[in-house]
């Protein structure tokens, strides 16, 4: 498949999905070599799940198909760019591109938040709106000690 | 529970879980008015899911547990300063604070790329790592449009 028709296969989702209740208005398909290896769309109300924004299902079905967490041969099409939620869990994935349609001006002319967290991540944790607290740092220290010496890790 | 037993809660996590092989060495913990909600720890490599993440685990549980996509009288304690998609699941879950015990700067020592994502995320997409493309804007715009119409719409 052309990347315009796995585009449009995302767009598709992303209206029948909304149309038949799922959540918001996305979707998304995750491809190698131009064939379809997962799909996605939002189910953040139906399943009462703030992280099931269509990359994010897209990305853990397809690592489901694949029987690994590692997307490298894959490229991603959403149909709207990806909040910092979903790109952050591109990146995590390892996906070799991100092609997308609707942008976050889009998503916050339609009442969507991408755009206020795109503001408020790259701030200080002081900074942001959300209180944020550091407590116990001496007492997790041991476990990141133990994950380095841990002779069969499994690096990610 | 104090803030200190439950960060010794998620902190505790962060340690058995990793040495029984689930994942990286990080625990979550959700909380309302002291009680636990939900627990959480990172679960990558062991079900071959890039987004299961401490946070992002304790969050889904919490949402189960509850009924609802919306954690805003909750707060999360987390043996390690989120990810910027763990932060991004976090706003979009509402929850009204962050307690964290390690910070990115101890994660990237232990070989992860917060610190990375942290700076990769606030780019504009043209000088970002991972290539990013629009295409098919004009197509995707009409599902916006019907959401934006949609009588019935559960917004979130």
Known sequence: MTPESLMRRAIALSMEKMQSGSGGPFGAVIARNGEVV?????????????????EVVAIRRACQALGRFDLRDCE????????PMCLGAIYWARLGRIWYANDRRDAA????????????IPLPLTERSLPTQRLLADEARAAFDAWMSKPDKVAY
């Open 38 to 54: 997962a799909e996605g769309w939002n189910q953040v109300t139906s399943s009462a799940d703030p992280t099931a924004h269509a």
């Open 109 to 120: 002319a339609i009442g969507f938040d991408d755009d206020l967290l795109y503001r408020e």
């Open 76 to 83: 991603i099409f959403t149909s709207c760019e990806p909040c």
